[in-house]
């Protein structure tokens, strides 16, 4: 039962332009979300959170933002850079974290 | 500040063999948990310790993994007798608790250790 769903499993874009990563999910108990960043042979380092009384939350050039009535939250990276590349995980709280399957991205110098 | 440390980082045995994971949190984190993430998934929860005891072991195949945390700081688990489907990376991460100001502590992961199953 995949609470979390990442449906892109790859993305790639230009350094410079903006990445879109999105997540969706089934329980309306989660009440935290975060973005969790995974670079090969190292594990996830945490990259941005939300909690569920917010909509948006900025910190540099990442933003994530919350879409509850859709079970949706997107991040958004701009302007991406090549050290951007990596998996980035999508996760969701309420007892426990709850991961997505991941969403690879690849940003061409 | 130290991370979270793990051993061995690999690991390849034949099935129906055991296998050990170490595990040191980051000082002070009273929580620890141990992820299974297999190619192309996400990392899926085994079991949660908060200090001592166990919060969450629920989808811990309890028939052949077992973990334990000593004194509320290093954790192992152990797959014993391994199987193929059990290749994966394990990853250890731990929070500075359960809870934070209401809302859920940041999970901060170790390196992770690859089996691979033969």
């Known amino acids: ?109 | 500040e130290a991370g979270v440390a793990q051993s061995p980082r690999y690991k390849i045995i034949e099935k129906r063999q055991s296998v050990a994971f170490w595990c040191n949190p980051i000082s002070g984190h009273a929580t620890l948990y141990w992820y299974q993430q297999i190619l192309g998934q996400g990392p899926k929860l085994l079991i949660q310790f908060q200090n001592n005891g166990v919060v969450d072991d629920s989808q811990l195949p309890k028939d052949r993994f077992s973990a334990e945390r000593l004194k509320g700081v290093d954790s192992t688990l152990k797959i014993q007798p391994a199987k193929l489907e059990d290749s994966a990376v394990y990853l250890c991460a731990s929070s500075l608790d359960e809870r934070v100001g209401g809302r859920a502590g940041e999970l901060f992961f170790g390196e992770g250790s690859r089996l691979t199953v033969l």
Request: net charge neutral.
């Open chain 1, 1 to 109: 039962d995949q609470q979390v769903k990442q449906n892109s499993p790859s993305l790639s874009v230009q350094e410079g332009r903006i990445s879109i990563l999105n997540c969706d999910y089934t329980n309306s108990m989660f009440d935290y979300f975060l973005w969790y960043k995974k670079y090969p042979a190292e594990g996830p380092t945490f990259l941005i959170s939300i909690s569920s009384i917010k909509d948006k939350n900025e910190d540099g050039r990442f933003t994530v933002f919350l879409n509850k009535s859709a079970k949706h939250l997107s991040l958004h990276i701009v302007p991406s850079q090549p050290g951007d590349s990596a998996v980035y995980f999508c996760a969701a709280s309420f007892n426990q974290f709850y991961f997505g399957t991941g969403t690879s991205l690849t940003v061409i110098p």
